[in-house]
């Protein structure tokens, strides 16, 4: 167990919909990165918070976008779904720079 | 933009037998971090290794290890004594040390079957 909690494991939902992917960082960590894996894609990273606030942008689409709360969850929202959307969806947690990333177990996005 | 590459897309080993990955990146920062994750059927991402560009000495974690050529910008994983567990992809990853974000850079990964 990585301690980083994501949910939902499993989304199931059609296109143009919207929804919201949680994700809850190890104890202490202050950084958030998000990645998208697709099989034609690998993994892509989409975007990192770093206590609250946004650090870096990656290849994330405009539908797309992510915060960090006050009590450091994260959610990246999702819109206007299409098909090649349809991924696994990572959240990982670093407690500072240089330190090993701590990778959730990812929701499995399914977009029909 | 670094980059990072790894040439095998799929390799396999006998148990109890040692493997090697390759992996090269591009870079023209002097301090870095690299690492190695496995990635088995489970999906879940582990963290193998973890090398620092400024010490010299390979790092090793029990049966693996890193045969790590900053000149060549190589760093390739060493698994000894294979096992039916370590089946699983294996992804090279590049992270900066200073400036800007701390993401992790993957390379495209290696399938690893280790077989009986």
């Known amino acids: 167990d990585s301690g980083v909690t994501q949910t939902p494991k499993h989304l199931i939902t059609a296109t143009g919909q919207r929804v919201t992917l949680r994700c809850s960082p190890r104890s202490g960590d202050l950084s958030v990165y998000w990645y998208q894996q697709s099989l034609d894609q690998g993994l892509q990273f989409l975007i990192q918070y770093y206590n609250g606030e946004e650090r870096a942008k990656g290849n994330i689409l405009e539908r797309f976008s992510a915060q960090q709360f006050p009590d450091l969850h994260s959610e990246l929202n999702l819109s206007s779904l299409e098909l090649g959307d349809s991924a696994l969806y990572f959240c990982?947690?670093?407690?500072?720079?240089?330190?090993?990333?701590?990778f959730g177990s990812g929701t499995q996005l399914s977009v029909l | 933009a670094q980059t990072v590459t790894q040439s095998q897309p799929e390799m396999s080993v006998q148990e109890a037998e040692t493997v090697t990955l390759s992996c090269t990146y591009d870079t023209s920062e002097n301090n870095y971090y690299l690492f190695w994750y496995k990635q088995p059927p489970s999906r879940q991402m582990i963290l193998v290794i973890r090398?620092?560009?400024?010490?010299?000495q390979n790092a090793t974690e029990n049966r693996f290890s890193v045969n790590f050529q900053k000149a060549a910008k190589s760093f390739s994983l060493k698994i000894s004594d294979s096992q039916l567990g370590d089946t699983a992809m294996y992804f090279c990853a590049f992270m900066k040390h200073l400036g800007g974000t701390d993401k992790l850079i993957f390379g495209t990964g290696t399938r690893l079957q280790v077989f009986p």
């Open positions: 990982a947690s670093s407690a500072d720079r240089g330190q090993k990333l701590f």
């Open positions: 090398q620092e560009a400024y010490k010299q």
